[in-house]
């Protein structure tokens, strides 16, 4: 039996859920797919810019929500494998809050608006019908089900169902493994700290309930070196890198909080399309000690959600919505994943442990490299 909606989103994480629920204020029956079960602990920085707390404003989702406090931040602090340290202050007071948390809250707002979400299913085929449609088939439990939507949007990140069709060239091509770790017992004042080691950096920084969330980004050999889990390879990692082991070692990892994910490739340029609109890392994958991951996610679903709903009205073509989205999209994150990848090259030249002095003698530097990867805070998603 086909099922009729008006759009499928594919992946229930920041950008699939916030898109979805955009969709369904919008008035159009909404259906949201994910092969995994939520909430789950996730891969992420967990770090929420002043931009991202502007767009859960205007979705209706509050932080503060069945008691989740998050934590408050309003600087970087940069420690170099040498020794050298130094503060960059963020444009704006930031946050921090789990993914786990975060994604239960959209969740709930998008059931509450009335999408349905279906986890553990796997699409097994996306068809395009005509010019007006698409067929996707999906299976759970060995049970096929089948789904026809004039709209569908990919918001996988970088686990593409079958099938989809994907630009190489696109991505960088370095490879790199993401871990992450809740921890106890860790203190972290109202920062972000950023350890700079072999291999890549650890990002400390304070969510709720007076937990610290540790999240690396390592090349793939500096990994294989470091050992198989989780908190095997965060504590490789902070052997070279005396105040990292010395951070880490106050407190205590959280069971059950440790997550990886590989292989991720930075984005060279974004991907707004393939044979339908892509959101969040599906989009592009942008350095995470730009820290402005989950902003990118939602101005990126709103900027869909709202070429979607001229072209689900019939007020835009198929083409129509391609290149108005895709030109959306350019502009808004072209310039800015450019910048952030130049910042990711110099982060790491030899000539890093000079950077303290230099921000000495150039105090306005620091500013301009946080808001240099950072979107704008801005109502022209509304």
Not at 96 to 114: F, M, N, P, V
Not at 341 to 361: D, H, M, S
């Amino acid at each position: 039996m086909l099922k009729q909606v008006d759009a499928i989103v594919i992946g229930a994480g920041i950008a699939g859920s916030s898109c979805t629920l955009e969709l369904t204020r919008q008035g159009h029956k909404t259906l949201l797919l994910d092969r995994l079960s939520f909430p789950r602990h996730k891969t992420c920085g967990e770090f929420m810019s002043p931009e991202t707390r502007e767009m859960l404003e205007y979705l209706g989702v509050n932080p503060h929500r069945h008691g989740a406090e998050p934590s408050s931040m309003d600087k970087a602090h940069i420690i170099l494998p040498h020794g050298g340290e130094f503060e960059v202050p963020l444009p704006g007071r930031a946050s921090g809050i789990s993914r786990y948390t975060l994604d239960q809250l959209l969740h709930e707002k998008a059931s509450e608006s009335g999408a349905d979400i279906v986890t553990n299913v796997v699409v097994t085929d996306i068809h395009k019908l005509d010019t007006n449609s698409y067929e996707v088939i999906t299976r759970q439990e060995g049970v096929e089900a089948r789904y026809q939507a004039k709209a569908v949007i990919g918001a996988f990140g970088t686990k593409r169902p079958r099938g989809v069709s994907h630009s190489q060239s696109r991505e960088g091509e370095q490879v790199y493994v993401g871990v992450k770790s809740h921890y106890s017992g860790i203190h972290v004042p109202s920062q972000v700290e950023m350890y700079f080691c072999e291999g890549g950096y650890v990002g400390i920084s304070p969510i709720e309930n007076g937990l610290a969330n540790a999240a690396a980004l390592l090349t793939l050999d500096a990994v294989q070196k470091l050992g198989k889990s989780v908190t095997d390879i965060l504590e490789g990692v902070s052997r070279t890198h005396a105040k990292l082991a010395a951070r880490l070692a106050e407190g205590s990892p959280v069971p059950g909080t440790q997550v990886s994910v590989a292989p991720v490739r930075l984005s060279r340029v974004p991907e707004p399309w393939s044979d339908f609109p892509h959101i969040g890392d599906a989009l592009l994958v942008l350095p995470p000690l730009c820290g402005d991951g989950m902003s990118i996610a939602l101005r990126s679903a709103l900027l869909c959600a709202r070429s979607a709903d001229r072209y689900l009205r019939g007020h835009l073509s198929l083409s129509g919505w391609k290149d108005q989205y895709s030109r959306d999209a350019d502009r808004e994150f072209r310039q800015l994943l450019r910048r952030a990848r130049i910042i990711q090259r110099l982060a790491f030249t030899k000539a890093n442990r000079l950077y303290p002095g230099l921000i000495r003698l150039v105090p306005g530097l620091a500013s301009y490299l946080a808001k240099a990867t950072r979107l704008t805070e801005t109502r022209t998603f509304v």
